[in-house]
């Protein structure tokens, strides 16, 4: 597609529900990135893909989320028993290459609300 | 500490002026330096990207960067009412996808007509 594509653009769940968010990068881009946004704050890194594989899972916060890439193309980020804590927009974005900073492109995001 | 620090203002400028936006940073390993636009309820958008220290200017903008003081800028010259958005900053060790980015909290700026 023309740019990061992230379904849905809002949520609103209940506390203690289960949550998925789609992301379906540039076309060809191997590598793919989900970061979190709170409110008032930086993106703060949660998962890293290169290709179908998680390089780097470092930024999820606890075994509550686990994300997934099983063709190496689309990726779903899942929250299980959401808090109102996970409220905050999940951001993905996708890079070409390895990751050089000058070529990572973000989509719009997803606007996750907890009540 | 953060790793990144980032006054988050608001910062409010009339039309035409420069804008200095700044951050510092405490870990010497980072090597890639990145500032992003983000304007309400859209992701970021890559605007200036430098890698170690010097300069780099593209149109009205120019990105600073001084590793031997852990710090970075970005001017606006000539600002418009459509610069009016948070500016992010970010940086990284490496090029490699497992040295995610680091980003500052944001500074809100606008642009007065």
């Known amino acids: 597609g023309a740019g990061v594509s992230q379904t849905p653009s809002n949520k609103v769940t209940e506390k203690g529900k289960y949550v998925e968010l789609r992301c379906d990068p540039i076309?060809?881009?191997?590598?793919l990135y989900w970061y979190r946004q709170s409110l008032g704050q930086g993106p703060e890194f949660l998962i890293y893909f290169q290709g179908t594989g998680a390089a780097d899972d470092s930024g999820l916060p606890n075994d509550r989320f686990f994300a997934v890439r099983p063709e190496g193309s689309v990726s779903t980020l899942k929250i299980q028993r959401t808090e109102r804590g996970d409220s905050a927009v999940y951001l993905c974005a996708s890079s070409q290459d390895r990751g050089s900073g000058n070529t990572i492109y973000f989509g719009e995001g997803s606007w996750l609300t907890v009540v | 500490q953060k790793e990144v620090e980032q006054d988050p203002g608001p910062l409010s400028v009339p039309e035409g002026a420069i804008v200095s936006l700044n951050c510092t940073y405490s870990n010497s390993a980072f090597q890639y330096f990145m500032w992003y636009r983000q304007y309400s309820r859209k992701g970021p958008e890559l605007l200036m990207y430098?890698?170690?220290?010097g300069n780099k200017e593209d149109g009205r903008f120019t990105a600073q960067v001084d590793k031997s003081s852990k710090y970075i800028s970005l001017f606006i010259r000539d600002s418009q009412p459509s610069d009016s958005a948070t500016y992010l900053c970010?940086?990284?060790?490496?090029?490699?996808?497992?040295?995610?980015?680091?980003f500052g909290k944001g500074t809100r700026l606008s642009v007065i007509a």
């Open positions: 076309s060809g881009h191997t590598a």
């Open positions: 430098t890698y170690s220290s």
């Open positions: 970010a940086m990284t060790r490496g090029v490699s996808g497992n040295t995610p980015l680091v």
